[in-house]
């Protein structure tokens, strides 16, 4: 596996699927098609987006004026933070192939992922010039910040509905239908790790007592 | 990939963990005696905006009779005058020093009146001819006399159709204005404050509580029947709790019997400042409502929202609020930011127990306790007098001064958001724009930070404005050059005059 690293050709492969997130971007029914159609993405890219996607986030609690982004410090868990995109992305991930599989799905666990973060492209790509000129304007020319930012978010929901349309060869309607029950899959997977991890800590807690116990007694 | 979606899992499932087993805890706990809100409305403790310079009970003025639910102070020049409501009298004192008060005379009858026994007098007020008006509650009037307390004329139970025969006019608080107008906060009416003319004629109500009512009680009202209507609560606006008339003729008045639900939704106000038409034009330019207490929870048994029982203005439009419900002061500036709050249930010095009435005298305050029956004198302390004065230079143009006053109050109080922005407003004015930023940006004041921003920017701009084209053009120019170049050797490599 090290060896691939060695080659030339490799970068070139990893460099040319990063840069085709940008077609899909612009083209997003073509471009994912080929995607994993024609294996013209890779995991690398896919990694490399997610990375960046993070980065731009954590960036942007800094270096966003205040003027439109007042962050409260003292609350900030970075894990937490960064927690906050990548477990909603492993629910719609495994919910989405879990229930795309049963129905004809084409595409599999790790094509619905790297489909997935080649979606987010946009979210850097908006955000990142959008927080550099966040310091130049003031609140009143501010208007546009909340329209890009919302544009971002909404540019990047229409990428990832049309890849999983593209790469599980879903047409229109059914591709809404799935992404609307991928969404209540995340639901009730949130629901069933809720009761698992309050059953594993109660489970815990009463061994705990109980060790309490006999020292005590002892 | 196995390994990668173990590790998301992993993640995803600590995240969830973590907040299940260490819940947030934030929360606003006991608070020191004098304290603001920030930015982010956390407690931040203070040092003493005032201190207490002495309580007085009835022994330390000098009277043989203690009072009995006294009502309501009211401070003309450097007298005092105290609504003695259960003896039927109203006193006067004189203040003589700064923590000495000196008795002059109590008043308990007038003359030349129908009926001349004051009963149970509520409130007094002062006009500008010095024409004394007291609201004689037991006798359903307000009566004007002369300085000499010779009956002048009375003012007696509105006849509107909006207010029930069967109700006994019972002033409670009165002002009057410069031209002998008199308004007056009656308990039963609540269509706003009674207004007279100064003739002694009923002239309309003014500034009428706006109803606050949610809108699934009004469809279920809709399809009520008569008798589950009877049963529901109806929408009534609340009624004035007090008034106090500025320097310029506007009546601030407090209504702090406020719903929590009304006051979350600021659908209500619990103090406002009425101009002649009776509309709210109170400035709320402060992060948080004017209402007091950001935190209800209670604490001691007390819940709820702050009660504003009475309000009072110094002549820069600072005003201080009463909260009866934790015995607290609240301080807002002409912005309706809050500069401090103080204060507490309990027995000692500084804090009350029935807190009913707030006057002012230039900027020490007066509190008179119901159930003490004791007025508690409060002067401004080093802080608190470096913030009144560096407002007042602020006011009147001097903003090397204020700065200068400011910077006291920071060093004494670095965590006083008002210092920064204060620091900030006057280097703005002084067109030290790059520091003024900085300074509202410490305190996240957006709008200032913009005001200096916008300056700042248009300076730097016309300072940079060759190097601003210069960049432009080159950034047009540099590519397009490139191009023809680039154009021109190829040309020159397929022309055929160079072909040998």
């Not at chain 1, 159609?37 to 890779?42: C, F, P, S, V």
């Not at chain 2, 009970?57 to 203690?66: A, M, Q, V």
């Not at chain 2, 001064?401 to 002084?430: C, D, F, H, P």
Request: hydrophobic fraction near 45%; charge should be negative; include cysteine.
């Amino acid at each position: 596996m090290f060896k691939a690293l060695t080659k030339k050709e490799t970068y070139i492969r990893y460099l040319k699927s990063l840069k085709f997130s940008l077609y899909c971007m612009t083209h997003p029914l073509d471009g994912f098609w080929d995607l994993t159609h024609e294996k013209r993405g890779t995991y690398a890219a896919a990694n490399t987006i997610l990375f960046i996607t993070l980065l731009t986030r954590i960036l942007k609690l800094r270096y966003t004026s205040f003027l439109f982004l007042t962050v409260y410090w003292e609350d900030i868990n970075i894990f937490l933070y960064i927690a906050s995109i990548l477990f909603p992305l492993a629910l719609w991930v495994v919910g989405n192939w879990g229930l795309t599989t049963l129905f004809d799905g084409k595409g599999r666990l790790g094509q619905v992922y790297m489909a997935t973060c080649y979606g987010m492209a946009p979210y850097p790509i908006i955000q990142i010039p959008l927080m550099i000129v966040s310091n130049f304007v003031t609140i009143e020319e501010g208007q546009f910040y909340s329209v890009l930012s919302v544009i971002s978010l909404v540019y990047c929901a229409f990428l990832i509905i049309t890849a999983m349309g593209q790469i599980h060869d879903f047409g229109f309607g059914k591709n809404i239908l799935f992404t609307i029950a991928s969404l209540f899959a995340m639901l009730v997977m949130v629901f069933i790790l809720m009761i698992f991890f309050s059953m594993i800590s109660q489970g815990v807690a009463y061994f705990i007592s109980i060790g309490r116990e006999l020292m005590f007694r002892i | 990939m196995k390994n990668k979606f173990l590790r998301f899992g992993l993640v995803a499932a600590g995240a969830i963990f973590a907040s299940l087993a260490f819940p947030m805890t934030a929360q606003a706990g006991e608070t020191n005696y004098t304290y603001v809100y920030d930015y982010w409305e956390d407690v931040q403790e203070c040092p003493d905006t005032y201190t207490v310079a002495r309580t007085f009970t009835y022994l330390d003025l000098g009277l043989e009779k203690n009072f009995k639910n006294p009502e309501s102070l009211y401070v003309h020049g450097n007298k005092l005058y105290v609504c003695d409501t259960g003896n039927n009298r109203i006193v006067i004192f004189e203040r003589v020093s700064t923590d000495e008060f000196k008795f002059i005379e109590e008043i308990t009858s007038i003359k030349g009146s129908k009926i001349n026994e004051l009963n149970a007098p509520a409130d007094i007020a002062i006009g500008d001819d010095g024409s004394i008006f007291i609201a004689d509650r037991g006798n359903s009037r307000i009566v004007k006399v002369d300085s000499e307390y010779n009956y002048l004329m009375e003012f007696v139970k509105p006849v509107d159709s909006a207010i029930p025969d069967d109700l006994i006019f019972n002033p409670d608080k009165i002002v009057c204005d410069t031209a002998g107008r008199v308004y007056c906060s009656a308990s039963g009416i609540n269509k706003g404050l009674v207004k007279y003319e100064a003739d002694g004629e009923f002239s309309g109500f003014v500034g009428a509580t706006p109803v606050a009512y949610n809108i699934t009680d009004y469809l279920w009202k809709k399809f009520a029947s008569q008798e589950q209507r009877a049963q529901m609560e109806s929408f009534v606006p609340t009624e004035y709790d007090n008034v106090f008339i500025d320097k310029d003729g506007f009546i601030y008045a407090c209504a702090g019997g406020q719903k929590e639900e009304d006051l979350d939704a600021e659908t209500v106000d619990a103090v406002r400042k009425l101009n002649m038409l009776g509309s709210d034009i109170l400035v709320r330019n402060g992060d948080y409502p004017v209402y007091g207490d950001l935190y209800w929870s209670g604490g001691g048994g007390i819940t709820g929202p702050s009660y504003f029982k009475d309000v009072t203005v110094f002549d820069n439009d600072i005003f201080v609020c009463l909260d009866q419900n934790r015995g607290r002061l609240f301080g807002y500036d002409d912005q309706g930011r809050l500069i401090y709050a103080f204060g507490g249930n309990g027995n000692m010095d500084g804090y009350f127990r029935k807190p009913v009435s707030l006057e002012h005298m230039d900027y020490d305050l007066l509190v008179l306790d119901q159930l003490d029956c004791a007025i508690t004198l409060f002067i401004p302390t080093e802080v608190g007098n470096l913030i009144y004065t560096a407002m007042d230079q602020f006011d009147h143009g001097q903003y090397d001064e204020a700065q200068a006053s400011w910077e006291q109050v920071k060093a004494l109080n670095g965590n006083y958001s008002l210092a920064y922005i204060g620091i900030g407003r006057s280097l703005l004015r002084k067109e030290q724009y790059k520091d003024a930023m900085e300074y509202f940006e410490v305190k996240y004041d957006d709008e200032n930070y913009s005001r200096a921003f916008a300056q700042y920017r248009k300076v730097w701009v016309k300072n940079n404005i060759g190097w601003i084209v210069a960049v432009i053009l080159a950034l047009f120019l540099i590519p397009l050059g490139i191009g023809k170049v680039k154009q021109i050797r190829h040309e020159i490599d397929i022309a055929d005059i160079f072909k040998v």
